[in-house]
């Protein structure tokens, strides 16, 4: 009884290693297009400019910074 046991452990313990092991990779997140960061860019003086690219400003010709 006491072998009979010890080995339904053993089993038991290597199937959930094995089952472990193929859903760590599944749950690896994935970045999908509109999970990514849209970085935009503003001028430090005129805030009502925001464009996707980095530039200059079209109202002051100032450099565009990232928006925080």
Known sequence: MKKSLTVFGFILLAGLMFSSCGS????????????????EYTCPMHSEVVTDKPGDCPKCGMPL???K
Do not use: D, I, N, Y
């Not at 749950?27 to 970085?39: H, R």
């Open 65 to 67: 910074v990232e928006k």
């Open 24 to 39: 760590s990779s599944s749950k690896e997140k994935q970045t999908t297009p509109m999970e990514v960061a849209k970085v």
